[in-house]
T-cell receptor, first 112, second 114 residues
């Protein structure tokens, strides 16, 4: 089955700097890669996703890149703000309504 | 649209007791998932329903966990008897029945087994 590895487990950045979180996956059949943000005690919220027919996707300060050959994808947050502090999870699944396999999460702290 | 609803939000029980969680997905969403999230880890799938049928329950500890989705809408997840290692947040998620989808998560039920 699919296995998703996520690094780093914790990340501290100064406000205004960029943050990068990286994930690798094992199943070449996976072609849907969402990123979720989870604030303390709250539900995971989808912030961006990418599918295998796209190499990069941007949404304001957030971008995701995908390298299917190397089986890795990354989340990039630019101009970080204190409200970006949360745990971020990457996930992978096959197309359609198949379960997500999550990474272990990255705790991002943005220091003002 | 209204989000995924779950209850209760918190539950504390002693080991060997039983507990049940309830989930109401987003209206019209055919697919419903139960995930277990242990502290410091990502969510892990327990069971997936498509309408009222089970699609994947390969990671459900069937000796103590059970789930049902009557009428293809609400779902309940039960643990009987509970063990200390069942302490976790139980997340329900739902998605629409289409090729490209987004899973919407409920607020979760935080279970503490003492």
């Amino acid at each position: 089955g699919e296995n998703v590895e996520q690094h780093p487990s914790t990340l501290s950045v100064q406000e205004g700097d960029s943050a990068v979180i990286k994930c690798t996956y094992s199943d070449s059949a996976s072609n849907y890669f969402p990123w979720y943000k989870q604030e303390l005690g709250k539900r995971p919220q989808l912030i961006i996703d990418i599918r295998s027919n796209v190499g990069e996707k941007k949404d304001q300060r957030i971008a995701v890149t995908l390298n299917k050959t190397a089986k890795h994808f990354s989340l990039h947050i630019t101009e970080t703000q204190p409200e970006d502090s949360a745990v971020y999870f990457c996930a992978a699944s096959e197309e359609g309504n198949t379960p997500l396999v999550f990474g272990k999460g990255t705790r991002l702290s943005v220091i003002a | 649209e209204a989000g995924v609803a779950q209850s209760p939000r918190y539950k504390i029980i002693e080991k060997r007791q039983s507990v049940a969680f309830w989930c109401n997905p987003i209206s019209g969403h055919a697919t419903l998932y139960w995930y277990q999230q242990i502290l410091g880890q990502g969510p892990k799938l327990l069971i997936q329903f498509q309408n009222n049928g089970v699609v994947d329950d390969s990671q459900l500890p069937k000796d103590r966990f059970s789930a049902e989705r009557l009428k293809g809408v609400d779902s309940t997840l039960k643990i009987q008897p509970a063990k200390l290692e069942d302490s976790a947040v139980y997340l329900c998620a739902s998605s629409a029945d289409r090729a490209y989808y987004e899973q919407y998560f409920g607020p979760g039920t935080r279970l503490t087994v003492t």
